[in-house]
């Protein structure tokens, strides 16, 4: 399996990104996915997931800033984020569910700062 995200970088607060994962090495269109991250000298914690048939979920607080999709012609899910602070500087990984299982890709660093 093979997941390979990307869009992180430095950006301004109240600036936006887009992360991107394309996934490979299982069915995809079956798979559902998840955005995790980890703050400096934090625990790591879900931000959103998105089933097989499109239902999607949101750490309570992110609710109304992040949204998740995905597209399946593409083998990619993306992460929209929207006024960013501080807070959410995190490296943000891509996860891939299926079968009871998970597979995570590398991360891609997240940096909020002025």
């Known amino acids: 399996v093979q997941l390979q995200a990307s869009g992180g970088g430095l950006v301004q607060p109240g600036g936006s990104l887009r992360l991107s994962c394309t996934a490979s090495?299982?069915?995809?269109?079956?798979?559902?996915f998840a955005w995790y991250r980890r703050a400096p000298g934090k625990g790591r914690e879900p931000v959103a997931t998105?089933?097989?048939?499109?239902?999607?979920n949101y750490k309570d607080s992110l609710k109304g800033r992040f949204s998740i999709s995905r597209d399946n012609a593409k083998n990619s899910v993306y992460l929209q984020m929207n006024n960013l602070s501080p807070d959410d500087t995190a490296v943000y990984y891509c996860?891939?569910?299926?079968?009871?299982?998970?597979?995570w890709g590398q991360g891609t660093q997240v940096t909020v700062s002025s």
């Open positions: 996860v891939l569910l299926y079968e009871a299982n998970d597979y």
């Open positions: 090495g299982r069915p995809f269109r079956r798979s559902a």
């Open positions: 998105i089933t097989n048939t499109g239902e999607k």
